[in-house]
């Protein structure tokens, strides 16, 4: 017996390389249409990122897996943006009342992935602590201090080590996140075949799935590092992924969520 169509895998389209750098403009279209409630997130973000640099400035062996981590929950955290998007698609004009209403009432797939993502994003942080402790200990010292014992060490192989595993666990939440909760926000298909469309995607589309993945690593460092500009970045790169589910998954014979 042929399952229904909304439990398997949903089609996705074959794209250009360079098709990321069009979601990035859409992304920059949406946020000038709706500034305010992009704006929200933006700040959430560097609320969260100043709070995550004052409790782990001075413990080091914290510091790069809470930040990582905290990017692994980003597409959640991203939730209402996608939101916002969806509308703006549809005609409508959002608004804060909307971002707020996805992020109060996501459903039950999106509360379950929410809590796959986090024991995800704490485990990583812990074994990033593990390493680090490990390899350079709990010293108390400055970011500085950090970068030049473990990061520019002449012992690279720590570093290196951690760099691969983070890679890894990255790796595995991108394919399983690159789509699938924008695709839970816009049809009703459960948590399984959310996860297993954007795997497909992945794997149909690996040059430019690493593009643009690139790109949301690069632009929200220099979000982090810069700081202020994190408010419009952040936003700009999650109306992009709307525009990157919307661009890859051909939903059409799924049924809408309302």
Known sequence: MTPPAHRQPAAVRVLARSRPL???????????????????????????????????????????????????????????????????????????????????HGGGQMARFGVLLAVLGTAWVLLSALIILRFVGAADGGVGDFLRAFVLSPNWLPFAFWL???????????????????????????????????????????EAMMLWASLVMGITLIGFVAVVPLVVLVPVLGHATWHAYVDTVDAADLPPRL
């Open 22 to 104: 069009r979601w990035l403009k859409a992304g920059w279209r949406d946020f000038q249409r709706a500034p305010l409630p992009s704006m929200l997130h933006g700040l959430v973000f560097l609320l969260a990122g100043s709070v995550i640099a004052a409790v782990g400035w001075h413990r080091h062996y914290l510091l790069a897996g809470a930040f990582s981590g905290f990017l692994l929950m980003a597409p959640m955290l991203m939730s209402g943006l996608y939101e916002v998007s969806r509308r703006l698609d549809r005609g409508e004009q959002p608004t804060v009342r909307d971002v707020i209403g996805v992020w109060i």
């Open 164 to 206: 691969v595993a983070g890679g890894v666990f990255a790796a595995s939440v991108f394919a399983i996140t690159a789509v699938s909760v924008p695709m839970m926000l816009d049809r009703e298909v459960p948590l399984r075949t959310a996860v297993l469309t954007s795997v497909r995607a992945v794997g149909t589309n690996p």
